[in-house]
């Protein structure tokens, strides 16, 4: 039955997914933005606050890991995984891997050329250690790695995550998002990538601890760039928090300030704005 249905339609086998949802693709909207990342800045609390508004549509799928993971799954699946569309409402997106994922901005940018990119920024040494005991406290993790040593590994998973790209995005993409604890929180190397295909005034970025302080602050903002009517959060939460097993050591936090120093300033004249990292 599935043969049929795949021949019937031109659907691959890794598209099957979501074969069900196809007929109906005529009726569904490409997203009109995307949180492209970062990891542990929250993306998902964004998601949430973003996901109220009566403007936009959620879709059933918060990560879509279409562009670094999912690609060849083909475009009738990216496009089926959104919502019907609504008159005048848009949809949209999360997949904070994309930002440091090296395919993802070229792929997009094929589809998407004139998409909105909103990205979460936070302090790169916070975040990779959110980072390493999230990642610990689902599994991806031995449970005596301690965050020095995650660290010493991370070079050599990333290489070979790299090396086995070309013939298995999905794993690449899996261990590119799991183990990059200091890697992706340099953020203007992974920026630069995109600014290769898109302008910087398609990009918005938000500072995490503006999101914990001042949320309506910044969704106000956010709404504008968006061209969308802002609507009050009412209620604030935070979405997917890590749970800390150990605390940082004093040599370790100076190491990683000085490993990010060059990173953050880079960063900065990038986007033409500064925190306090």
Not at 116 to 134: G, I, M, Q
Request: charged share 25%; hydrophobic share 35%.
């Amino acid at each position: 039955m599935k043969a049929m249905v795949r021949k019937l339609m031109g659907i691959k086998e890794k598209q099957m997914i979501g074969y069900h949802r196809y007929p109906m693709n005529l009726f569904r909207k490409l997203p009109g933005f995307i949180i492209i990342g970062s990891q542990k800045a929250a993306t998902s609390t964004l998601h949430y606050y973003l996901s109220k508004n009566s403007n936009i549509q959620r879709p059933p799928i918060k990560e879509a890991q279409f562009f670094n993971m999912n690609y060849d799954r083909g475009i009738p699946y990216y496009k089926s995984i959104f919502p019907i569309h609504k008159v005048g409402k848009v949809t949209f997106e999360t997949t904070p891997d994309y930002l440091s994922h090296p395919l993802a901005p070229r792929l997009c940018h094929q589809l998407l050329p004139d998409i909105k990119l909103v990205v979460t920024l936070r302090n790169p040494v916070e975040r990779a250690f959110s980072h390493f005991n999230f990642v610990k406290n689902y599994g991806g993790e031995a449970v005596d790695v301690s965050f020095e040593q995650g660290l010493e590994l991370e070079q050599q998973r990333i290489d070979d995550a790299l090396d086995l790209m070309a013939k298995d995005r999905y794993n690449s993409a899996r261990l590119l998002s799991r183990y990059g604890y200091r890697r992706n929180g340099e953020y203007a190397s992974h920026l630069k990538t995109w600014l290769h295909y898109y302008p910087i005034d398609q990009f918005y970025f938000i500072d995490f601890e503006d999101i914990k302080n001042d949320v309506n602050t910044v969704m106000r903002n956010l709404c504008d760039f968006l061209e969308l009517p802002f609507e009050p959060i009412k209620s604030k939460t935070i979405k997917n928090k890590s749970v800390y097993k150990e605390v940082m050591n004093d040599k370790l936090l100076v190491a990683l300030k000085n490993h990010y120093a060059s990173h953050n300033e880079n960063l900065y004249k990038l986007i033409g704005k500064k925190y306090q990292w």
